[in-house]
DNA sequence: AAAGCGTGGGC
DNA sequence: TGCCCAAGCTT
């Protein structure tokens, strides 16, 4: 791969993000990372500048109580993010975000792509970086097909032989960037593509994907609609808009199906998302 | 290791 | 409209 021209192409398209202002600490990039799991970027931002503000350092959000970080994490999507990020933020202590790949694979609600983002592009560790834009660009350029295969331990070392010796965090970056407004899931826009004359799929005739591909990448997509999610979700909503505890009737009064209310409701009270008094009121944790 | 976990925007 | 997708992690 031409990692020159990925890097070039970067250095004039990258998106200005907030968490990429110089100076931002890492436990901004951490938090940046954390929020744009499975969210999409754009809807982070604000998001992310709000949190910054209120909780500058780890310290801050330790402090905290969970009703306000779970407020605040307002509709990002999956809640047990923020609750992890208060957890990161107890186990950090009084110390400071650590460096290494290991000692962040350790903290909560950080797996593989996190830590590695966090040691690459905050600490500038050389190290691969392999999310969904990432196995999507390689699975194209490099093996010539449209749709990248389920995730692999594989992929760590495949990505890792394609890093240059200088500069590499900044082309983890470029590759990323490529694959979130080039080199994307739907309809790439390949005449835009800084590698579109070595990408593999490019000199393969643009292949469809099979059958099969087109099947297990469907099945990947979960539903929503009518699911215990989407009811956590309207649990959540309810216990989030009001700074009092509720009755039970207040709960049952956003889904109809009482089975599934119930199921719902049990699964965020063990998740530690939802709490109840003695009173039997319900609210967000302390 | 497959499945569960939110939410909203684009087409 | 309904489906697809989005800087994944956990169990």
Not at 39 to 49: F, H, L
Not at 60 to 70: E, Q, T
Not at 101 to 119: C, F, M, N, Q, S
Not at 253 to 282: C, K, T
């Amino acid at each position: 791969m031409d990692t020159q021209a990925v890097v070039e192409w970067f250095d004039a398209h990258e998106r200005p993000l907030p968490w990429r202002e110089p100076g931002t600490s890492a436990w901004g990039v951490l938090l940046s990372e954390v929020m744009s799991q499975q969210t999409p970027v754009a809807r982070v931002a604000p998001q992310w500048e709000e949190w910054m503000r209120r909780w500058p350092t780890p310290q801050d959000l330790a402090a905290a109580s969970k009703a306000d970080v779970l407020r605040a994490w307002g509709k990002l999507g999956y809640p047990r993010r923020a609750l992890r990020l208060w957890e990161c933020a107890k186990e950090i202590g009084e110390g400071e975000v650590p460096g290494d790949v290991d000692k962040l694979l350790a903290l909560p609600g950080i797996g593989e792509y996190t830590a590695r983002a966090v040691a690459c592009f905050h600490f500038g560790h050389n190290v691969p970086v392999v999310d969904t834009n990432v196995r999507r660009v390689y699975a194209r350029a490099e093996e010539g097909r449209f749709l990248a295969p389920p995730p692999a331990k594989r992929e760590l070392a495949q990505v890792e032989a394609l890093l240059p010796e200088e500069n590499g965090p900044r082309f983890s970056a470029a590759l990323m960037e490529l694959g979130a407004l080039v080199c994307t899931a739907k309809n790439p826009d390949c005449a835009a593509c800084p590698i579109k004359s070595t990408c593999a799929w490019q000199l393969a005739g643009c292949p469809e994907p099979s059958e099969e591909e087109t099947a297990r990448a469907k099945k990947r997509v979960q539903k929503f609609t009518g699911t215990d999610r989407q009811v956590r979700g309207l649990l959540l909503d309810v216990l989030r808009a009001t700074p009092h505890p509720v009755e039970q009737s207040a709960l049952d009064a956003v889904w109809p199906d009482a089975a599934q209310r119930s199921r719902a409701q049990a699964s965020l009270l063990e998740d530690g998302l939802m709490d109840v008094n003695d009173e039997g009121l319900f609210h967000l944790p302390h």
